[in-house]
T-cell receptor
Framework: NAGVTQTPKFQVLKTGQSMTLQCAQD?????MSWYRQDPGMGLRLIHY???????DQGEVPNGYNVSRSTTEDFPLRLLSAAPSQTSVYFC?????????????FGDGTRLSIL | GENVEQHPSTLSVQEGDSAVIKCTYS??????FPWYKQELGKRPQLIID?????GEKKDQRIAVTLNKTAKHFSLHITETQPEDSAVYFC???????????FGTGTKLQVIP
C-alpha cells in the first residue's frame, strides 16, 4: 500500500491564481481531512469528509473548497490564492468516523503564495 | 468545540533524561487521545495512543497517562536519545464524532 499520497510536493503561486492539491489513499479509509500547518499554530483542520459525497468545514475553511466523489480521492481547491495561504498542507485519512482511530498523513504540500 | 492546550511549547533535555509533555482538553466526551511525532520536514506519525478506559499505556521508552477527571493526558519519554528530537503533537476528538483537534506542538531537543 502506498498509504496517503499528496501531489504536488512543492508549489509556488501568484496571488489570485487557483490550484488544486491532490490527495489519494489506497487503504479504503472512510475519513479524510485536510490540515494546514503554520509555525507555532500546530495543525489546523480546513475541511473533512466522512465518506464519498459528504464533506464539512473545519476550523479554517475560508478560501478553500473540497469534494469527495470517490472513497480514494479528496482534492483541496484554492479558489483565489492569497499570501495568507502560504503554508504546509497535510492530507490525512483514518479507518472510521468514530474519532477513535489514528490518522495517517501524507508527506505534505509546501505552498508559497507570492 | 474542543480546546486542546499543549505545554510546554519547547523542551530541552540532556540525553538520558526524561521528557514530559502535557495536554489538556475541554470535551468530557472525548475518548481517544493520540500522540504524533513529526521530524523536521516529515509527516506527523502516530507514536502512541490511549483510550478512555485505561489510565496508562507504555511502549518501550514512551508512555502516555490519562486523567479523565482533570481532563489531561501526558506523554512521557524516558532515557531520551538524540533521535527523539522532533515536534510532538497531542490530539483529541471534537465536534461530535467527526473532528480531531490538535495541540500546538512541543519542540523537543535532546542534547547529546
Amino acid at each position: 500500500n502506498a498509504g496517503v499520497t499528496q501531489t504536488p510536493k512543492f508549489q509556488v503561486l501568484k496571488t489570485g491564481q487557483s490550484m488544486t492539491l491532490q490527495c489519494a489513499q489506497d487503504m479504503n479509509h472512510e475519513y479524510m481531512s485536510w490540515y494546514r500547518q503554520d509555525p507555532g499554530m500546530g495543525l489546523r483542520l480546513i475541511h473533512y469528509s466522512v465518506g464519498a459525497g459528504i464533506t464539512d468545514q473545519g476550523e479554517v475553511p475560508n478560501g478553500y473548497n473540497v469534494s469527495r466523489s470517490t472513497t480514494e480521492d479528496f482534492p483541496l481547491r484554492l479558489l483565489s490564492a492569497a499570501p495568507s495561504q502560504t503554508s504546509v498542507y497535510f492530507c490525512a485519512s483514518s479507518y472510521s468516523n468514530d474519532r477513535t482511530q489514528p490518522q495517517h498523513f501524507g508527506d505534505g504540500t509546501r505552498l508559497s503564495i507570492l | 468545540g474542543e480546546n486542546v492546550e499543549q505545554h510546554p511549547s519547547t523542551l530541552s533535555v540532556q540525553e538520558g533524561d526524561s521528557a514530559v509533555i502535557k495536554c489538556t482538553y475541554s470535551d468530557s466526551a472525548s475518548n481517544y487521545f493520540p500522540w504524533y511525532k513529526q521530524e523536521l520536514g516529515k509527516r506527523p506519525q502516530l507514536i502512541i495512543d490511549i483510550r478512555s478506559n485505561v489510565g496508562e499505556k507504555k511502549d518501550q521508552r514512551i508512555a502516555v497517562t490519562l486523567n479523565k477527571t482533570a481532563k489531561h493526558f501526558s506523554l512521557h519519554i524516558t532515557e531520551t536519545q538524540p533521535e527523539d528530537s522532533a515536534v510532538y503533537f497531542c490530539a483529541a476528538p471534537s465536534g461530535g464524532y467527526q473532528k480531531v483537534t490538535f495541540g500546538t506542538g512541543t519542540k523537543l531537543q535532546v542534547i547529546p
